[in-house]
């Protein structure tokens, strides 16, 4: 009887009844006897000098069992660029002076949470405070102050990419753009705030458990940071309430309670205040871009020179991979001919800005899409025929960054318009209605090897055993995008087991096979689901060999693991049950077991990813005119993901990056005032709830990739970015209004609207 496949097909998640039920542990969910609780003093100050700090009162209080500061730790910087050492720049515990408000300068341990929050206030701090650098300008300004002494002019990094012509791009071009766009700082609003639990052995090895996406990450960097050698370091990762990017990095709570824990010899654990996390958690790079684009009088693009400064705070963080994507995607998508990019990422006192959903691509495709909107209008085309006569094809190549392969990019365009009458709604919306486009491309994977590993990019072992059953190990990381499921489906998949037969152990360093880099850049389904195959692969040429010996046959490729069988292809009697083909192997070996360790790492290291992503949003709004108001109606999304191996996971990743989007658009804004976040609170900091969603129509179009695992890519990061732009098109599409700045509020269009009462009613724009 033939079994049901597990690719392609919608499965349920395998950690949703753990979910549901509320028995899946997070990391402030565990408990150890003895364990003490810890808590950081943050810096008040954005820009200090530390003359002394007093721990004397604190350390008296009852029930406080250490207090710590940069003096009792040892003094190894860090950070997850360890390709280029200048850039780590990180202490655990400010040395010498702090950088933003919120910069931690002491960790303490007592018996209970409430104790440890009362002794911070007992810690004294003798700061001498120094000026303040909050935006780009001050801080690369001739004679500012060096918030890292060794950084002239505040700027830690740059990159540069130049290619083509473009003087004589921009010589040819009929219309030029040139435009100035600046991007806010945003929170991840994960819903679990970062947790760290550490606990010492009578040798002094460490155990953490952590709220992390990249479990090896934190294994190696913390092994550094204690002199300790990596494997006297073991990560745990248990249920993570959401990443986005915002747990890839060692951090000071992971550091304080591995030290602690060894200095006391019990278990302590850190939990951050959702305050801690607005204020003084990763955030999305601010950014200012500006961006000149030159085109043909009928709309062919000539050239495109981006320069952009990153706001990274007081740390480098991941400012690097963002300087370094931002350039790279503004060449993507399009095909032009000329590129020149400049990028620049400056140090202010403003919190440190690190990775985050769609990393560099929401920031790069904003300012694109709007271009390209804006020379739709000023050119007379419509913004989908722009786009189609622009659009990137299988086989376009952008020198050391990109060869496209397979690219649905055209077939998205269609699909969208074809979806949302486009041609008809643009021309014959009512005022105060808007529809506007936008697009995006995106990385699957990534091939540079920022954190200077040795080990594979990712990695998988398969233990099969006598019964049927089969163990998965892996680095991988899932932080609720359902990676665990589609990992079992694609090892299910190609033994021809049922899901159900499957049983994955995750993200832990001691127990999994080294090499897994975590869970960012879309990477985990394409890049462990390649390491699987290469595993199963190892597998099957094992069974095929015993069944080939039993049924007297040599031909070892006519043989297919199928509907919990290893059989020869078309001859269904000639067929041995999986775990007893496990067995056979087992017997010829004397009893050693069938394990096999698959790997992948990119073969083309001289480009950023193996592959790419491509898509197109269209969005509807409503504005009132009278407050200004915009209310998005709904959604329609085009994805070109490959072949989707759980389609219902898709279109919830999907879902997802749009109500992301749509924060990023309309509601979501850091306030900040000299240092300071106003609004740290969910009261205050509004992501969009399930009542402010639109409707959502999406679809996968494309056919499957070569380079992935059952022909997947990207599917879970690249249709957070053109939500934004579609919205802000849809927005002047109503009003008007043209937004070069996020999120666009109900007082910006009010404010145009009563100068602009009229604008965009005769609907100027026509296909």
């Known amino acids: 009887m033939s079994q049901k496949p597990c690719i392609g097909v919608n499965v349920p998640r395998v950690d949703a009844w753990d979910k549901a039920t509320g028995t899946a542990q997070y990391t402030d969910d565990l408990s150890l006897p003895g364990m003490l609780h810890g808590a950081l003093k943050r810096s008040p100050l954005p820009h200090a000098r530390i003359r002394a700090i007093d721990t004397s009162r604190a350390r008296a209080l009852p029930g406080v069992k250490a207090v710590i500061t940069s003096a009792d730790l040892p003094r190894v910087r860090y950070g997850n660029w360890r390709f280029s050492p200048n850039t780590q720049d990180e202490y655990a515990l400010a040395v010498d002076k702090v950088r933003f408000v919120g910069d931690p300068v002491a960790a303490v341990a007592a018996v209970d949470r409430d104790t440890a929050i009362e002794a911070l206030d007992l810690i004294q701090v003798d700061f001498e405070e120094l000026p303040g650098l909050f935006d780009l300008d001050a801080a690369m300004a001739e004679g500012a102050p060096r918030i890292h002494e060794e950084t002239a002019g505040n700027v830690s990094v740059t990159r540069e990419i130049d290619y083509g012509d473009l003087a004589a791009g921009f010589a040819r071009a009929d219309y030029v753009r ?418 096999a360790r698959g790997s992948y790492t990119p073969r083309d290291m001289g480009l950023v990813a193996p592959t790419y992503s491509f898509g197109a949003q269209v969005a509807e709004v409503e504005v009132d005119r009278d407050t200004g108001r915009v209310r998005v109606t709904r959604i329609h999304t085009a994805h070109d993901c490959g072949r989707p191996l759980n389609p219902q996971a898709v279109e919830g990743q999907v879902e997802g990056c749009v109500q992301m989007g749509l924060g990023y658009a309309l509601t979501e804004e850091l306030v900040m005032r000299q240092g300071r976040t106003l609004n740290a609170s969910f009261l205050d900091y509004k992501i969009p709830g399930a009542l402010d969603m639109p409707g959502i129509d999406s679809v996968c179009v494309g056919g499957p990739e070569p380079k992935g695992p059952f022909g997947a890519k990207e599917s879970g990061e690249g249709p957070v970015s053109p939500t934004a732009p579609a919205i802000a098109e849809a927005v002047w599409h109503a009003t008007g209004y043209r937004a070069r700045r996020l999120p666009i509020t109900a007082e910006q269009v009010l404010r145009h609207l009563e100068t602009n009462p009229t604008a965009n009613d005769d609907r100027r724009v026509k296909p």
């Not at 899409?369 to 722009?386: C, T, V, Y």
């Open 178 to 595: 040139d435009d100035v766009y600046l991007m806010p700082p945003v929170s991840h609003a994960y819903l679990e705030p970062c947790s760290s639990l550490a606990q010492a052995d009578s040798l002094g090895r460490i155990t953490l458990w952590t709220s992390t996406q990249t479990p090896y990450i934190v294994q190696c960097l913390l092994a550094s940071v204690l002199g300790l050698r990596e494997n006297e370091v073991r990560v745990i990762k248990p249920y993570v309430g959401g990443g986005f990017g915002g747990k890839m990095e060692l951090r000071s709570w992971d550091v304080c309670a591995a030290f602690l824990a060894r200095l006391l010899g019990k278990p302590v654990k850190f939990t951050q205040t959702r305050d801690e996390e607005i204020c003084a958690g990763r955030r999305r790079h601010p950014m200012r871009l500006r961006s000149r684009v030159g085109f043909t009088k009928d709309g062919l693009l000539l050239a495109k020179e981006l320069i952009v400064h990153l706001d990274g705070g007081a740390y480098n963080s991941m400012g690097p991979t963002a300087t370094f994507l931002v350039g790279n995607l503004g060449a993507m998508l399009y095909r032009y001919p000329a590129y020149r990019y400049r990028g620049f990422h400056v140090y202010t006192n403003n919190p440190p800005a690190g990775a985050m959903r769609g990393f560099g691509a929401p920031q790069a495709f904003f300012v694109a899409e709007g271009q390209m909107n804006e020379a739709s209008a000023d050119l007379g085309i419509d913004p989908i025929d722009i786009r189609l006569k622009n659009a990137m094809h299988p086989g376009d190549k952008i020198r050391g960054f990109a060869t496209i392969g397979s690219c649905a990019f055209t077939e998205c365009l269609e699909r969208v318009a074809e979806m949302s009458e486009w041609r008809r709604q643009r021309r014959e919306m009512r005022p105060g209605r808007g529809i506007g486009v936008g697009c995006y491309s995106f990385v699957t994977g990534g091939n540079f090897n920022w954190f200077d590993t040795k080990y594979p990019f990712s990695a998988a072992e398969v233990r099969a055993y006598a019964d049927g059953a089969v163990h998965l190990l892996t680095m991988a990381a899932d932080i609720g995008q359902g990676s665990d499921t589609v990992l079992q489906q694609i090892l299910a998949e190609d033994l021809g087991l049922r899901l159900a037969d499957v049983t994955l152990y995750a993200a832990d360093t001691s127990l999994s096979p080294k090499g897994d880099l975590g869970t960012w850049a879309s990477r985990v389904t394409f890049m462990v689901g390649n390491a699987i195959l290469d595993a199963t692969r190892q597998i099957k040429e094992e069974l095929f060999k015993v069944v080939a010996l039993k049924f007297d046959t040599n031909v070892v490729h006519s043989f297919e693991c199928k509907d919990g069988m290893v059989r020869v292809k078309g001859r269904p009697e000639k067929a041995v049950p999986f775990g007893e083909a496990v067995a056979m192997v087992q017997s010829l070996r004397r009893g050693e077991p069938l394990i």
